[in-house]
């Protein structure tokens, strides 16, 4: 059977002319990194900030499947709590907007194909979710591949924006392991819903798409608030399919190793390049970046050209390639005094801090729950001689520490709270993007401002759902009231950072000349 029957964006007659789409300056790259450096050989690295620009009202339509748990387990409030989250989430989305309901129990059902969000068919939606029922196994499996196939037979699919919200509150129990569903370019963000879910199945489908997220949700009154944080991002995604290629140059430096999560990497040994794919990228988003570099011996001061930094998107069906940046380090025998940049110390605190969490949930994972303690104090002891110890970074490690030890207390403790704590965690450190992991609002990094909007627009409906939320191109308007420059800053900033490489090349010819 083909899903092809998806159904066309129809513009609404009060809905006004979109805006003119402006390609360029969607996103803004800086670079950390000590600009001189001896004549003998020596090690050099190099931080790349890659972030997301405003979100606007010219952003590309969303294409989303919601996969939810219908099995015999979610009965009772379970599912009440998730109709709840399902209403809030069809009130945000907006007629450039497509839906579509994925229910799977002991097997799966599309409950309709996606669906321009209107009026007429939020209120079909409302009732498609009010007449869910719990009963049955659990099949992971048949959820997320039918709702692949929602998205892979789309017919029109162009620039749009996809994304599967995955939810479960419990252990696939039937054939065939989700983890093995080829995924493709699809982000799938999956949540464990309750007490008695299995994080490493849900953390495996998430870690295998490009961009996916696991959120923790033990504590049922907060799907909806889960729920409102991922489709803040999906709906402000800038750009598409972005991708960033740094390049050594022959002869002046050899890229040793590039530090970027868990986003996949390729290397090109002709070119001794790298590339990162990283798909979407959020409005406000942030992605950093480290290259070790080996710098060869010299024989006489000059400023060499280290590194070429390229990047790529595509929004709105456009494909945008921003010409190459260089780096340029001044090779010089006079004694340097220069410390690390303060910015590339705290991201390599945080990396060194995620390792070892990591290294602590596998000794626990093994029964070896006394070294897993010890290990995380020891991480715990060393953020206090972080020299910026009151960076925002350094405090939300202190209290993702804090709450995994509290966690370790004993093998039930860490099995019930503290393995899909971790999990989740790492997923959001790998990512460099904000995952819900038990208290929604204390520990947040990589939040956006449009997520923190919706926490509390979300926290709202659950107090009052006869309140209706803003939609969401209300929300856009109140953000541009803020910045009325937003739709062009970025590009502008981009033509002006251009012009200032040209002049810095040119100088430095002169210079060496």
Known sequence: MSFNDDEKIVTLQDSGSRPTLIVPGR???????????????????????????????DRPGLDLVAVLDVSGSMAGE???????????MIKKLSPIDRLSIVTFSTDSTRLCPLRQITENSQKEFENLINRLKADGWTNITAGLETALKVLNDRSFNGGRVVGIMLMSDGEHNTDGDPAEVPLGNVPVHTFGFGRNYEPRV?????HKSIGGTLSDVQNTNNLGKAFSQCLAGLLTVVVQDLKLTVTQHKNESTIEQVSAGSYPQTKHDATGSVTITFGDLYAKEVRKIIVDLLLPTVTKELATHVLEIAYSYSTGGNLFEAPPVTVIVRRTGTPSDQKERPELTIEETR???????????????NNKLKDAQDKLAEVQKSLENVVDESNPIVQML???????????K??????????????SSETSHDRQRFASRGDLETIRPFATPRM???LEQAKSFDKDPS??????????????????????????????QAAIQSLRAIDNILNTL
Not at 78 to 88: G, N, P, T
Not at 410 to 423: C, H, N, T, W
């Open 467 to 496: 309140k209706v939320p803003p939609s969401v191109d209300k929300d856009v308007k109140e953000e541009l009231a803020a910045n009325p420059l937003a739709p062009i800053t970025g590009a502008i900033n981009f033509y002006l």
């Open 202 to 206: 849900l953390k495996a489908v998430a």
């Open 452 to 454: 923190d909007k919706y």
């Open 78 to 88: 379970k599912i009440a709590k998730l109709k709840m989250a399902m209403l809030f």
């Open 398 to 408: 202190k209290l993702e520490l804090q709450q995994l030890l509290k966690f370790m």
């Open 351 to 365: 990396l060194q801090t995620v390792r070892i969490m990591k290294e602590a949930r596998a000794m626990a994972d």
């Open 410 to 423: 004993s093998m039930e403790m860490y099995e019930m709270q503290g393995r899909p704590f971790a999990l």
């Open 27 to 57: 996103v803004q790259l800086i670079s950390f990194h000590n600009d001189m450096a001896p004549l003998q050989e020596t090690k050099l690295k190099v931080m790349l900030e890659i972030t997301g620009g405003d979100s606007s009202n």
